[in-house]
């Protein structure tokens, strides 16, 4: 089924340790973005792509880095896991205006004990 | 940056009412969205808003440009319709700007 594809759904860290979370969509779509989402704050931008090779920070960046090498995939890589970065995260597309529609991820909920 | 704010922040509602959720913002825009979270669940997009009204099933979603304001309302209330609603909004290439987002509790 067409859509954005995040794995995985669940993670526990240890802080210190290192990961990726993984977005993927077959929508062709140009614009990507990756949010957190935390109780009371909304959801904040950390990074985000206009298209294959540019990339951007968002509202949230530090403790994250980002790439993007294809039009489809999107990773987000946590350099050395804290705490803080406890939280639900969503990756989004669209196409390269953003004034149309977004499609979201289903999330991933990561823990950082 | 535009900061954009929702009301109510919590909603309780019998089944059957009529529902107005609110989103101002501070800052001209091209596009606001509202979105629908399930608890535990994804993010759905219900409507974009560049002007005037857009209508699917019970739910009515509208934009005054000139006030910086939108409501989505759900007629005939469902306890399914039970989640949070998210208004996001953007200008030109800039990323989404979400409000905080109304929970709303339809009771049976």
């Known amino acids: 089924n067409a859509g954005v594809t995040q794995t995985p759904k669940f993670q526990v860290l240890k802080t210190g340790q290192s990961m990726t979370l993984q977005c993927a969509q077959d929508?062709?779509?140009?614009?990507m973005s990756w949010y957190r989402q935390d109780p009371g704050m909304g959801l904040r931008l950390i990074h985000y792509?206009?298209?294959?090779?540019?990339?951007d920070q968002g509202e949230v960046p530090n403790g994250y880095n980002v790439s993007r090498s294809t039009t489809e995939d999107f990773p987000l890589r946590l350099l050395s896991a804290a705490p803080s970065q406890t939280s639900v995260y969503f990756c989004a597309s669209s196409y390269s205006n953003p004034d149309y529609g977004y499609t979201f991820g289903s999330g991933t909920r990561l823990t950082v004990v | 940056k535009n900061e954009v704010e929702q009301s109510p922040q919590n909603l309780t509602a019998q089944e059957g009412e009529f529902i107005t959720i609110n989103c101002s913002y501070s800052v001209g825009i091209s596009a606001l969205h509202w979105l629908q979270q399930h608890p535990g669940g994804g993010i759905v997009s219900l409507f974009m808003l560049s002007s005037g009204k857009k209508k699917h099933g019970r739910l009515i979603a509208t934009i005054n440009i000139q006030e910086k304001h939108s409501s989505l309302h759900i007629t005939a209330s469902h306890p399914r319709d039970s989640a949070v609603y998210i208004c996001a909004v953007t200008s030109g290439n800039t990323p989404l700007v979400f409000g905080k987002g109304t929970r709303l509790s339809v009771i049976a």
């Open positions: 929508m062709n779509h140009e614009y």
């Open positions: 792509s206009v298209g294959a090779g540019i990339t």
